[in-house]
């Protein structure tokens, strides 16, 4: 079988919500299977549920550190190690030395302890979208500000510093910025989180970098952890919330099953769009994998979109069904490198997208859907702008 020389990343026309049709066929045919990165490199493309899982979930035999892996989505060249604190490109034992601290900053509980906060915040959102009045972009007025108000909360930002904190934020993935302006939004953010970090130092508060001031960590990772929870957890919760509300619009049947059960309508969403939807292992060690025989320094795509609409773990998985038990999808991905702020991500969705639909419940789309811009060929899939109306 010769190896795939490009990865199917362009949608069918009309259906924005499910992966680039060829992966059905690459899956169907073999879930693994020889791959040609943009590199150059030959490694390996996973698009079966079991082996995607398999290969996350072993973190002996493979590797997450970029600087050992070939980037599946565009020839980047070589890839350079993970900034401090970011837990994404790291193995053990610094894995497991930032993730023991941080675990315990985002369990079910204390993410439920957040729950009222998420409320207000949302509902201060609402209050100003219905004031403002219609038509309004769903993704600046509501998707971005939630969930960037949220991790002011979770870092401890000041109020008076939350305005700026969150254009900054916002800047990062704003799709009229420029290089030069996410650039200069970048630096802004890290010098301020450096400020931070020195301001919790003195005066501990209630959050996660105040938890973490009497830590062993340095005030060069307790920065760079904070640049971490807000790349992660901005973009990504974003992306769901305008993504989401965009599908439940295409099926607007749906929304009665949301709300009568957020908190699985929120998984079989998150399973649906998956929008973090491509990730990669490079393998330290010779590995017999579905048949096939992976050697050391190999990388591997996952492709987690083909992953969850693979139809041996989820029946008629193309289907959007928001009463259906979605357990064990990948979206927030598996192993120990699955994302560290999944409670905190579910909990805004089961509260904001309901919340949306509940106050608006004739909220549509403003232009036809075929006019919504797509954030195609992103790491994190999903809109840049979500134009809506309502009344």
Same mark, same amino acid.
């Given at each position: 079988?010769n190896?795939? @020389?490009?990865? +199917?990343?362009?949608?069918? !026309?009309g ?9 059905a066929? #690459?899956?169907e ?7 040609? %990165? ?14 995607a ?5 072993? *973190? @002996?035999?493979?590797s997450?550190?970029?600087?050992l892996m *070939? ?10 190690p ?6 994404t ?5 610094e894995?497991?030395r930032?993730r023991k601290?941080l ?7 204390r ?6 906060r998420?409320? &207000? $915040?949302?509902?201060e959102?609402l209050?100003?979208m219905e004031?403002l009045? +219609?038509p ?6 509501f998707?971005?500000p939630?969930p ?7 870092l ?6 939350r305005?700026? %904190?969150?254009r900054?934020?916002?800047?990062l993935?704003g799709?009229g ?7 200069a ?11 931070l970090?020195e ?8 959050d996660v970098?105040?938890?973490l ?6 005030d060069? &990772?307790?920065?760079g #952890? ?10 990504t ?6 993504l989401g ?6 099926w607007?049947?749906?929304?009665? !099953?949301?709300?009568?059960? +957020?908190?699985?309508?929120v ?8 929008i ?6 490079s ?11 992976l ?7 996952l ?8 139809p ?16 064990? *999808?990948?979206?927030?991905?598996h192993?120990?490198h ?5 409670q905190?991500?579910? $909990? ?10 509940r106050?608006?419940?004739?909220l ?9 811009p ?9 809109v840049h702008r979500l +134009?809506?109306?309502w009344?």
């Open positions: 079988m190896p795939l @020389t490009d990865l +199917p990343s362009t949608r069918a !026309a259906c924005p919500f499910d992966p680039p049709p060829e992966l066929a #690459i899956r045919e073999a879930p693994i299977r020889r791959f040609r %990165f943009p590199d150059g490199h030959l490694g390996w493309l996973v698009t079966g549920h079991e082996l899982r398999a290969v996350a979930a072993d *973190h @002996t035999r493979f997450s550190r970029y600087e *070939h980037y599946p989505l565009a020839d980047l060249g070589p890839m350079p993970a900034p401090v604190g970011d837990l490109g790291i193995d053990a034992p894995h497991t930032y601290l675990a315990g900053k985002f369990t079910v509980r993410m439920n302890q957040l729950a009222e998420v409320e &207000e $915040i949302t509902a959102h209050d100003a004031r009045g +219609p309004a972009d769903l993704v600046s007025a998707a971005q939630v960037a108000l949220v991790i002011c909360e979770l401890g930002v000041p109020y008076a510093d305005e700026t %904190f969150q900054h934020a916002v800047a993935s799709i910025a420029t290089v030069e302006e996410q650039s939004a970048f630096g802004a953010l890290q010098d301020y989180l450096r400020r970090v301001a919790k130092r003195a005066t501990p508060g209630d970098l105040g938890d001031a009497g830590s062993d960590l340095s060069e &990772e307790l920065a #952890i904070g640049a971490f929870l807000l790349g992660a957890g901005l973009d919760t974003a992306n769901m919330i305008a509300a965009f599908a439940l619009f295409t607007p049947e749906q929304v009665e !099953a949301l709300l009568a059960d +957020p908190a699985r309508g998984e079989e969403l998150l399973r649906y769009l998956t973090a939807h491509t990730g990669a292992r393998a330290v060690e010779d590995v017999e994998l579905g048949g096939v025989r050697a050391a320094g190999e990388s591997v795509a492709s987690m979109q083909a992953a969850n609409r693979d041996a773990r989820f029946a008629d998985p193309d289907r959007l069904d928001l009463r259906r038990e979605a357990t064990g *999808h990948l979206a927030f991905g192993g120990v699955q994302c560290l702020g999944q905190l991500a579910r $909990i805004e969705l089961r509260i904001a997208l309901p919340a949306l639909f106050r608006l419940p004739d549509r789309l403003a232009v036809p859907a075929a006019e919504v797509m954030r195609d060929g992103m790491d994190v899939y999903g +134009p809506v109306r009344g």
